[in-house]
């Protein structure tokens, strides 16, 4: 009888402890259990897709239109810390198109974060302290909102909605490496919408939805502060210094859209910087 009751009592205990959990009420809960998820389980293999359209004007002239699409596959080990991604660029300007076949690896080398990159049958190496380490998704910092009573299925997967933003200085994609660590470029011009699809059960993301947008300001600051660099100095040209570079140049990018795809979790075969690599970089 004492062993039916500690049984019983024990039971209770365990579905009281499940009631904590339960499920998340609110959109700060689910990110708390997202971010824990994925600090125990980091992201092992993902795709992504990014799409970007851009044009350029001076004096009301155009310089251009570009369209760039980008397709990815990215892997990743956490013992030692190492990823790599092979990618598809293919870059179309005033209607000639250029593919680039892309092999990226990012790795620790006696404490610093380096990339090797191979492209065009060359192999090159850089110290990129902005590169990440982990594939997994960026959390939202903002604007947050889910719906507890909803939810849908993504990728066969029954998920909870995690919608949110954040800025250019806080997301883990390299832009500071974009614009070459230009201290005129203003991060926080850009804000990036994030629409997380979540595991229900193991709270790890599914899918990411990512809309970059005031990449256009951005680029307007960086060729600003460029070409100011240009004329300093030279004879002649001192008058342009106090010239609005604004009324002159128009630069207009489409929303970026970025979409990820998080196909595993679990540890992957071995990822190896090919020896071929380190001696020709």
Partial sequence: MKKTFAAAAAALMLLALAGCQGKPKTAEELLERVSTALAKTPCTECTGETNMEMSMSMLGQSLGDLELSREEHM??????AICRS?????????????????????????????????????????????????????LPTDDLAFDPAATETVNGTTVYVLTGTMTGSDIGLDIAGLFEGNEDVDLTAMRVDLK?????????????????????????????????????????????????????????????????????????EAITLPEEAKAAA
């Fill in 86 to 138: 092979t990618a598809t660029s293919t870059t179309v300007t005033d209607g000639t198109a250029e593919t680039t076949e892309s092999d990226v690896y990012v790795l620790q080398e006696e404490g610093e974060t380096v990339t090797y990159t191979l492209v065009d049958g060359s192999w090159f190496r850089e110290v990129t302290p902005n590169a990440g380490l982990d594939i997994s998704s960026d």
């Fill in 75 to 80: 892997y990743a080990n956490t013992d030692p």
């Fill in 196 to 268: 997380l699809y979540i595991d229900e059960k193991t709270y790890l993301p599914v899918r990411t939805e990512a809309a970059l947008h005031g990449l256009d300001e951005m680029f307007k600051q960086y060729v600003e502060s460029e070409m100011a660099k240009e004329l300093e100095g030279l004879d002649g040209l001192d008058a342009l210094g106090d010239l609005d570079m604004s009324s002159l140049l128009s630069i207009e990018v489409s929303d970026v859209v970025m979409d990820f795809d998080y196909l595993s979790y679990k540890p992957g």
